[in-house]
């Protein structure tokens, strides 16, 4: 679940892969990358479909069994656009912060909690930005493969 706010709840979706955690490994590097799309649902006066994208994050973990308790944070809005990581609302936007943590690995799915602070309205001056908290399990992808284990 995605909650902005004290106002604004949001449910994971699973439709069309658009939520996994990914891992890749090659050869000496391994790193793992995050996307979560939520249903629609009302946000003031207008419907949408939030989305966050973490890009790649580098690891010395082995396998994704060892990411439990892997945490990853980003401190300034300028570290975020030089990612790449993003926070759809109304459109894609980088993050003003955020931590994120591989909470549980269980069942070919990852536990993820995420809590940060999102920018609304890149638009605005100053820019309109809302906390948010992520809590939610979502099916970890190491290969193409993997996604006909959640396919119903």
């Known amino acids: 679940m995605l909650k902005i706010g004290d106002k604004y709840s949001f449910e994971v979706s699973y439709a069309d892969r658009q939520s996994c955690l990914m891992f890749?490994?090659?050869d000496d590097s391994s790193s793992w990358s995050l996307d979560i799309g939520f249903c629609e649902g009302d946000f003031g006066d207008e419907s949408v479909a939030p989305?966050?994208?973490i890009n790649p994050i580098d690891t010395d973990k082995n396998s994704v069994e060892e990411l439990v308790g892997e945490r990853f944070e980003v401190t300034t809005v300028k570290e975020c656009d030089e990612r790449e990581d993003t926070f759809y609302i109304f459109e894609s936007e980088p993050m003003v912060s955020y931590e994120v943590e591989v909470f549980e690995i269980k069942d070919s799915k990852a536990h993820i909690r995420c809590?940060?602070?999102?920018i609304v309205d890149g638009y605005s001056d100053p820019y309109e930005e809302e906390k948010f908290e992520i809590d939610c399990l979502v099916p970890i992808i190491?290969?193409?493969s993997d996604w006909a284990k959640f396919e119903n």
């Open 142 to 144: 190491e290969s193409a």
């Open 24 to 26: 890749f490994k090659e």
């Open 51 to 53: 989305a966050i994208c």
């Open 115 to 118: 809590r940060g602070i999102m």
